[in-house]
């Protein structure tokens, strides 16, 4: 069992519709949660990072944290064009001050 | 802002070459991390560093070494290239200590290395 799992995609999404992507982690001591942006050819960019259950908003971006069921989400509202890239779901397992990344799932937001 | 910096963004070199890729970072940042990053296989991280002259293996390091001299600069050695090392190759930092926003990684822009 992959440590973060992502669903690879591509997502395809309508422009001004919400995306939704989908991570879960396999250590239950895990601490702290992020999401990356990567844009082709380019290096991941921290777009959003949660530190305990629930909700946290960032402008059209909320990150989701289910401590419990050991799954966090990013959820893109009023996509753009420019939000078509591949977002990878990083996670601090416990203890250790590094990060453990999914394989990233691709977003397509096409007009 | 964080600034980390590669010395390449692109490079060409022969098997068995020694290569070097040098990464600094300009926030005094103690961490310092190499992955390795190819299709299908996300980012995988070779070395990682907690303070200079300090060094540990992460899930990759076979064939690959590295230096950490100054607190700004962590070098990635590949002693011999070989072709199944070509790939993007990203450097990050990030402040120390298990307090969760000390763990957000900053990112360079990547080399991309080609062994033929």
């Known amino acids: 069992q992959k440590e973060v799992e992502q669903n690879s995609g591509p997502l395809s999404v309508p422009e001004g519709a919400i995306a939704s992507l989908n991570c879960t982690y396999s250590d239950r001591g895990s601490q702290s949660f992020f999401w990356y942006r990567q844009y082709s050819g380019k290096s991941p960019e921290l777009i959003m990072s949660?530190?305990?259950?629930g909700d946290k908003e960032d402008g059209r971006f909320t990150a989701q944290l289910n401590k419990a069921s050991q799954y966090v989400s990013l959820l893109i509202r009023d996509s753009q064009p420019s939000d078509s890239a591949t977002y990878l779901c990083a996670v601090t397992p416990g203890g250790y001050n590094k990060l453990i990344f999914g394989a990233g799932t691709r977003l397509a937001v096409h007009p | 802002d964080v600034k980390v910096t590669q010395s390449s963004r692109y490079l060409v070199k022969r098997t068995g070459e020694k290569v070097f890729l040098e990464c600094v970072q300009d926030?005094?940042?103690?961490?310092m991390f190499w992955y390795r990053q190819d299709p299908g296989l996300g980012l995988r991280l070779i070395y990682f560093?907690?303070?200079?002259?300090?060094?540990e293996k992460g899930d990759i390091p076979e064939g690959y070494s590295v230096s950490r001299e100054k607190k700004e600069r962590f070098s990635l050695i590949l002693e011999s290239a070989s072709t199944n090392q070509t790939s993007m190759y990203l450097c990050a930092s990030s402040l120390p200590g298990l307090a969760s926003s000390r763990s957000e990684q900053f990112f360079g822009p990547g080399t991309r290395l080609t062994v033929l």
């Open positions: 949660i530190y305990s259950n």
């Open positions: 560093s907690y303070d200079v002259k300090m060094k």
């Open positions: 926030m005094d940042h103690e961490n």
